[in-house]
């Protein structure tokens, strides 16, 4: 998986003209790669998009969280009528891995197309049974924190086409919460993904 980092906004402006609701590629090629371009606001993360550019981050007070360039950004995970949206990253201060998973239940799905659904829709974090993961390579343990408050976005699901053929969906928005890791206050800010799933990505265990 290649990583392209992109600075010129007329590159950008002529990539959009390429994407609609329903989004068609002519190969598999695009499903695969990354392409980051620096938000000029945050250069430390990528900029929101609604593109399918296969990134996603956060700044975690003075540290940030990224895609890493070694897995997909996101996967999605169905078991039962609960969906894990797993947030696969690594922290740009030690490199090391640093994942986030936002388990949703009464949120089932039979197939990656379905995930257009939630289209516009907004969850809260803070509800007693959305569960918010976190794994730390630092200490080689999965917890999960106490969420204060917090809210996760989906705002714009969009249907992918492969050779005219449904492959999936690009999956774009947002995320923030407060929480308490290790006794110490700390701020998930300024969330953002827009990812690719499809074949690869998303997976049900019946």
Do not use: W
Not at 17 to 22: E, G, Q, R, V, W
Not at 53 to 77: E, Q, S
Not at 179 to 197: E, H, K, L, Q, S
């Amino acid at each position: 998986m290649k990583t392209r980092t992109i600075y010129t906004l007329l590159i950008v402006a002529s990539m959009v003209t390429l994407f609609s609701c329903d989004v068609a590629y002519d190969s598999d090629y695009y499903l695969e790669e990354s392409t980051y371009i620096s938000d000029p606001a945050v250069p430390e993360l990528p900029i929101y998009s609604e593109f399918g550019y296969n990134t996603f981050g956060v700044r975690l007070d003075r540290d940030f969280v990224i895609f890493r360039n070694d897995v997909y950004p996101t996967k999605v995970f169905v078991e039962g009528d609960t969906t894990s949206f797993i947030f696969n990253g690594m922290r740009k201060s030690s490199h090391q891995i640093y994942n986030l998973t936002f388990k949703v239940p009464n949120l089932p799905f039979d197939v990656e197309t379905d995930l257009v659904s939630l289209n516009e829709q907004s969850i809260n974090l803070k509800s007693d049974s959305i569960a918010v993961e976190i794994y730390d390579q630092r200490t080689g343990k999965t917890f999960q924190p106490q969420i204060l408050t917090g809210e996760l976005n989906f705002n714009r699901l969009q249907s992918l086409q492969v050779d005219e053929d449904k492959k999936g969906v690009i999956m774009s928005g947002t995320f923030q919460f407060k929480t308490i890791i290790n006794n110490t206050p700390v701020a998930f800010m300024d969330g953002r993904f827009d990812v690719i799933i499809g074949y690869s990505t998303f997976y049900v265990l019946d």
